[in-house]
C-alpha cells in the first residue's frame, strides 16, 4: 500500500518552455503533499508544501511564480515549471502520507522526474 | 550546526557484513524518525519508520532511536549487492509536517 506516482518520469524540452508534473496517491488520500528538488549527490531540498483546497506553502528562496503548484483533489498535486531554463534543471520528486489515520503516517516518495533544459 | 548530521562516506563492505548507519539531530521536537533507500535515479524508498525511542526490526533490517542523545541507526545484517544505495535518514515533528532530511550515505556492498 501507499503508492505515489510521479509522470512523466522523464522530460526534455526547450528553454522557455512550460512542464508540467503530476504526483498522484494510487492508493490513499492525502490532504497534503510535498515537492522536492535533488540536485545530483545531494540530498532532497523541499520546494513547498501543498495542502488540498489551498495555497501553497513555498520555502525561503523558492519562486512562488515559477513553481506553480495546485493540489485540487485528494489524490492529484501538480507542479509546473513555468519559463523552464536551463538552470532548472533537476530531479523533482514528491511525497505524500495517507490523511484521516489514527496515528501518523510516514511519506511515502513518487520515483522522481527528471527534468533537462536544453 | 545543521538539524540533522549524516556521514555521507561512501561506505564500502564485503557482501554479509553488518552495516551501521546513523545521524545525529539538534531540534527536539522532532517525534517519528525515517530511514529512506534511494537508488541512482529513483525516488526514497521507505525502509523503516520510527516513533519517538526504541528499537524495531524488520527483517535485516534494525532502526534505533534514542532521543536522549539525540541520535539513531539502522542496522543491516548480512548486507547484499542489491543493498548498494544511498541510505538518508529523515525526520519530522508529524506526518504533514515537512521532513528534514540527512545528506544521506552511499553504501556498496561488494560480492
Known amino acids: 500500500g501507499a503508492v505515489v506516482s510521479q509522470h512523466p518520469s522523464r522530460v526534455i524540452c526547450k528553454s522557455g518552455t512550460s512542464v508540467k508534473i503530476e504526483c498522484r496517491s494510487l492508493d490513499f488520500q492525502a490532504t497534503t503533499m510535498f515537492w522536492y528538488r535533488q540536485f545530483p549527490k545531494q540530498s532532497l531540498m523541499l520546494m513547498a508544501t501543498s495542502n488540498e483546497g489551498s495555497k501553497a506553502t513555498y520555502e525561503q528562496g523558492v519562486e512562488k511564480d515559477k513553481f506553480l503548484i495546485n493540489h485540487a483533489s485528494l489524490t492529484l498535486s501538480t507542479l509546473t515549471v513555468t519559463s523552464a531554463h536551463p538552470e532548472d534543471s533537476s530531479f523533482y520528486i514528491c511525497?505524500?502520507?495517507?490523511?484521516?489515520?489514527?496515528?501518523?503516517?510516514?511519506?511515502?516518495f513518487g520515483d522522481g522526474t527528471r527534468l533537462s533544459i536544453l | 550546526q545543521k538539524e540533522v548530521e549524516q556521514d555521507p562516506g561512501p561506505l564500502s563492505v564485503p557482501e554479509g557484513a553488518i552495516v551501521s548507519l546513523n545521524c545525529t539531530y539538534s531540534n527536539s521536537a522532532f517525534q517519528y524518525f525515517m530511514w529512506y533507500r534511494q537508488y541512482s535515479r529513483k525516488g526514497p524508498e521507505l525502509l523503516m519508520y520510527t516513533y519517538s525511542s526504541g528499537n524495531k526490526e524488520d527483517g535485516r533490517f534494525t532502526a534505533q532511536v534514542d532521543k536522549s542523545s539525540k541520535y539513531i541507526s539502522l542496522f543491516i545484517r548480512d548486507s547484499q549487492p542489491s543493498d548498494s544505495a544511498t541510505y538518508l535518514c529523515a525526520m519530522t515533528r508529524g506526518s504533514n509536517y515537512k521532513l528534514t532530511f540527512g545528506k544521506g550515505t552511499l553504501l556498496t556492498v561488494n560480492p
Open positions: 511525497s505524500a502520507s495517507p490523511a484521516g489515520r489514527s496515528e501518523d503516517q510516514p511519506q511515502h
